[in-house]
């Protein structure tokens, strides 16, 4: 077997325990003659299963038990929508945080629906600090106020949330959920799409309280209703049963490295191994405030761009894959999602370091 270690910002590695047991499981899931992707959804084993899932993740978020948990589809885009659309009013303003690329696409989806409001735009920061709450301009009127917990693009990560305490704070947690504790009690809403830290593409996590859910219209279509969603236990229609599945095992791998305590010390320390060794060289930068660094997403540029093709290739021969940095910001860019083992990170460190020396 010869698996890369794969920095691409999602979908992600998975963690090995996990597909080991996936593939076992394949051809007869639990004795039952048939995979899991060919059981019913409504079946006494699945329902087990989503059940279990669901407290497990309960337990390792700690999620107070009058909030709803849901597994949707369409992922984290269309939350964009079903967000503005069912906890505002028609006229209500919705409050967003721009901190970088998904922020401003979610006020733009917002801004299709509602009153949108960009409270603080961090774009003059390029991106790379959050605009200090003294300069925010809030709505009093507003729903709730959005933000990107953690900016894949950029590597931008605000934790802990901002205590503004207006409206609802409502967030995306695609690129940070799991990835340590979080103090769900203080939303009104977090959302996350899967192919991070979470499974594959396919289930997208949403996790409400009891206020938010009562504002949602009876006469929304059914495939964007959080109240209806909750009420039938994610399954008004058939599930995405495979990544569910696949989400159940993660959970369960999550718990056995410690929780989420566990997976926040291990991921403090791999972001530290790679911010330390980016800050120590002349040669490679990371220019976001260390305030506000992410410890998921690690963007970082070379001090002679015309090697960056020369660094992605050589690094793909040796197995460290995905590091090209999206096309809106350049550079490189290395996703260290939870199941990136400490070992990629030491890889790719050694990398760096070999590279600079030849160049
Ligand atoms: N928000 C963030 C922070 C993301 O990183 C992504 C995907 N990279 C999305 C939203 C969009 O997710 P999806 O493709 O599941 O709609």
């Not at 972001?271 to 980016?278: F, S, V």
Request: charge should be negative; hydrophobic fraction near 45%; aromatic fraction near 10%.
């Amino acid at each position: 077997m010869n698996r890369i270690f794969n920095f691409s910002a999602g979908p992600a590695n998975l963690p090995l325990p996990v597909l080991e047991q996936a593939r076992d499981e394949l051809l007869d899931w639990q004795g039952r003659g048939l995979s899991v992707m060919e059981d019913s959804h409504r079946g006494r084993a699945f329902v087990e299963l989503a059940e279990r899932s669901e407290q497990d993740l309960r337990a390792l978020l700690s999620i107070p038990d009058d909030y709803a948990v849901l597994f949707m589809q369409g992922g984290a885009t269309l939350q964009f929508a079903t967000i503005p659309m069912t906890l505002a009013k028609p006229e209500q303003g919705v409050d967003y945080l721009i901190t970088g690329h998904w922020g401003k696409k979610a006020a733009s989806e917002a801004a299709k629906l509602r009153p949108m409001r960009v409270v603080a735009d961090g774009e003059a920061l390029g991106y790379r600090s959050v605009p200090a709450m003294e300069d925010w301009e809030t709505g009093a009127d507003a729903a709730y106020l959005h933000y990107t917990a953690n900016e894949t693009l950029h590597g931008l990560e605000i934790d802990p949330p901002p205590a503004a305490g207006y409206a609802p704070l409502v967030c995306d947690m695609s690129s940070t959920l799991l990835s340590r504790p979080i103090p769900v009690e203080r939303f009104g809403l977090i959302y996350a799409c899967a192919q991070k830290n979470i499974g594959p593409a396919g289930v997208t996590v949403v996790i409400i309280s009891p206020d938010l859910i009562e504002r949602v219209p009876q006469d929304t279509p059914l495939a964007l209703n959080y109240r209806k969603i909750a009420a039938a236990g994610s399954m008004l229609n058939t599930p995405a049963t495979f990544p569910w599945y696949m989400a159940s095992l993660v959970f369960r791998w999550v718990a056995d490295q410690g929780g989420l305590a566990g997976m926040a010390e291990r991921n403090r320390r791999k972001a530290d191994l790679l911010y330390g060794h980016i800050d120590g060289s002349d040669f490679y930068a990371n220019l976001v405030d260390p305030n506000w660094r992410s410890w998921m997403n690690v963007p970082f540029t070379l001090a002679e761009p015309s090697l960056d093709a020369k660094f992605l290739e050589t690094a793909e021969q040796q197995g460290l894959y995905g590091l090209k940095g999206h096309r809106a910001v350049g550079g490189m860019r290395a996703s260290i999602y939870n199941a990136m083992p400490e070992a990629g990170v030491r890889a790719l460190v050694s990398f760096m370091e070999e590279f600079e020396r030849k160049a």
